[in-house]
């Protein structure tokens, strides 16, 4: 059974920093890429930052290059979402998902991913 387990949220104020992790099981990880979406009430989910299976292929939404940084440890199953200079337009519920992956590249499409955690609230506000 595959599981995903989203933690590290919370509120934070602008410019501030944290560090999501998505824990794993019940799959191949070495065979799956990893991605981070973010989605508001109302609004549809968006891609954040994806991982290709080994780790070598990253994928960044335009608003968040720069300030987000996606990892791995495969020998971990898991993966980290750093997130730096937080605005409050980065408030959302952020959710990890996983799919069998690309060796040679990544999407970063919420339709390429099946399996979804539960997400964890990000609150950036003053």
């Known amino acids: 059974q595959v599981q995903l387990v989203e933690s590290g949220g919370g509120m934070v104020q602008p410019g501030g920093s944290l560090r999501l992790s998505c824990a794993t099981s019940?799959?191949?990880?070495?065979?799956?890429?990893i991605g981070w979406f973010r989605q508001i009430p109302g609004k549809e989910r968006e891609g954040v930052a994806c991982?290709?299976?080994?780790?070598?292929?990253?994928a960044y939404a335009d608003s968040v290059k720069g300030r987000f940084t996606i990892s791995r440890d495969n020998s971990k199953k898991s993966v980290w979402l750093q997130m730096d200079n937080l605005k409050p337009d980065d408030t959302a519920t952020y959710y990890c998902?996983?799919?069998?992956?690309?060796?040679?590249?990544?999407?970063?499409?919420?339709?390429?991913?099946?399996?979804w955690g539960q997400g964890t609230q990000v609150t950036v506000s003053s």
């Open positions: 991982i290709s299976p080994s780790g070598g292929y990253t």
């Open positions: 019940g799959f191949r990880f070495g065979d799956f890429a």
């Open positions: 998902a996983a799919d069998l992956g690309y060796t040679d590249h990544v999407i970063c499409s919420q339709y390429e991913y099946e399996n």
